[in-house]
C-alpha cells in the first residue's frame, strides 16, 4: 500500500470522500447507520483542518481532537476561531463511535453533526480556497 503524502490534495480530496460517504448513507440507507455518518462526518472535519495545517505550513498533530488543530490553525489563520462551536460539536463524534456497539446517536444529532461538518467545510472553502481543487 502506497503511504498517502502529507499534501492539501491528499487531505482534502480523503475529507471530499468522507463527508460523500455520510452524505450517500443518508440518501440510500434505512435505517439510517447514524454512527457510521457521524464518523464520516468527523473524519471529513478532521481531515479539511488537516489539510488547512498543511497549507498553513504546520505539521499535522496525530489526533482527532478538532479543537487542538483549529487552534493549531488559528495560530496563522485568526478568523478560524469562527469555526470553534462547530469544532467542540463535532469532536464528540470522534472515534468512540466507531467502537462502541452501545452508543446511540439520535438522527439529530447525526444531522447536527453534519450541519457542523459543512460548516467547517463551506468556512475554510471561504478563508483558504486553495484548499478545494
Known amino acids: ?13 480523503l475529507a471530499e470522500r468522507d463527508l460523500s460517504v455520510a452524505e450517500h ?16 462526518c468527523q473524519q471529513a472535519a478532521e481531515k479539511y483542518l488537516k489539510g488547512a495545517l498543511v497549507f498553513l505550513k504546520e505539521e499535522p498533530p496525530y489526533t482527532h481532537d478538532l479543537a487542538e488543530l483549529r487552534k ?46 459543512k460548516t467547517i467545510k463551506d468556512f475554510l472553502a471561504k478563508e483558504i480556497p486553495e484548499l478545494f481543487f
Open 72 to 117: 493549531l490553525a488559528e495560530k496563522h489563520h485568526p478568523s478560524l476561531v469562527s469555526i470553534s462551536y462547530s469544532c467542540s460539536i463535532i469532536t464528540q463524534f470522534s472515534v468512540q463511535p466507531r467502537y462502541d456497539w452501545g452508543l446511540d446517536i439520535s438522527e439529530a444529532d447525526m444531522r447536527l453533526v453534519l450541519a457542523h461538518t
Open 25 to 40: 448513507l443518508i440518501a440510500t440507507m434505512f435505517p439510517l447507520p447514524t454512527q457510521i455518518i457521524t464518523f464520516h
Open 1 to 13: 500500500m502506497a503511504k498517502q503524502t502529507n499534501s492539501i490534495e491528499g487531505w482534502c480530496g
